[in-house]
């Protein structure tokens, strides 16, 4: 195990060779290890690494960086999480710029039935502060895992409210497990190692540099069902979140502002676009997520299916029979079919009467 983690992180620290890539060598040759043993020829011949990345492969040394971080990995009691663990978190399995490689340091589960990031403007106004507090107090009895980016201004009073109200909250960093940035967030960060938790896709000795940050928006988009903007101004990284989080086909909500106020115009610019859908107050999140909690009714005897079904369709139902409701998200890993694949059994299904879609791209059965 530790010889295929050392491929691993080694795998991250070869030139020219970024997270799609990496992600592909992954899916060819089925572990970090063989990448390394490849000869040069069938390194050549798969899409989109040439010359230039064989080489790079071919030549990397520095098998001694990776021992370090094996040794703070160690130290520290941090968990590595690689694309191919059975604990990588499933929601990034479908972002196809997710890190081939995380650290984590924490007891909240990855892959909680219901995540949500809370992002939002480092200056915020008094109204961008209440709001966030009220709604993260709306959500203390929903069983929902807070995620945001440990930075000033919403993303701490996001962080500190899930602690307040006994919910779980997950900081994902732009930097190595090895300090904290802010500094002054260092108290927080250690509070919510014992409920909740730290993720970044940083080694450690890694600054809380400029380039970093993007990156890190990526995941907290990623691995949430939703995510949510309060106060932005139109640039900055909370625009950049909700863009991502958009492009991943997630859910984003923002609340709205007075027209004329800088520090909601991101959120305005959101709704105006349909990037975004409004909400004022938990309810709405809850409603558009297809979370809230109905009244049980006494089950009814499951009916036989006498539709004749494909193997695909077969493997959905069998899934549904089990859950309740499900996440799409959760049904890609569970199903263990491609995406498109699931999405036509999907379609056929609905169009067959068998299986109904809610908001929040969760399916059940009818």
Known sequence: MQRELLYQIALTLIPNIGDVNAKALINHFGSAEAIFNAPKKVLDEIDGIGSIRTASI????????????????????????????????????????SPPMLYYKGNADLNASKIVAIVGTRNHHDYGKKICEKLVEELMNEEIIIVSGLAFGIDTIAHKASLKNNLQTIGVLAHGLDR?????????AKEMISSGGLLTEFRSNTNPDKQNFPGRNRIVAGIADATIVIESGIKGGSLITAELANGYNKDVFAFPGRVDDLKSEGCHYLIKN?????????????ESMGWKKSKKIS???????????????KVIVDILQIADQIQIDELYFKSKLSSSAVAQALLMLEMQGIVSSLPGKIYKLI
């Open 58 to 97: 071919r030549n990397f040394k520095d098998f001694s960086r990776a021992e370090e971080e094996i040794a703070f990995i160690k130290k520290y009691q941090i968990t590595p999480l690689f694309i191919t663990d059975k604990n990588y978190p499933v929601r990034l399995l479908n972002c196809y710029d």
């Open 180 to 188: 904290i940035y802010p500094p002054q967030n260092t108290p927080l």
């Open 274 to 286: 349909n990037k975004a859908a409004l909400i004022t107050s938990a309810n709405d999140l809850l």
């Open 299 to 313: 089950p009814k005897k499951q009916r036989e299916l006498f539709i004749e079904l494909t193997v695909e369709e």
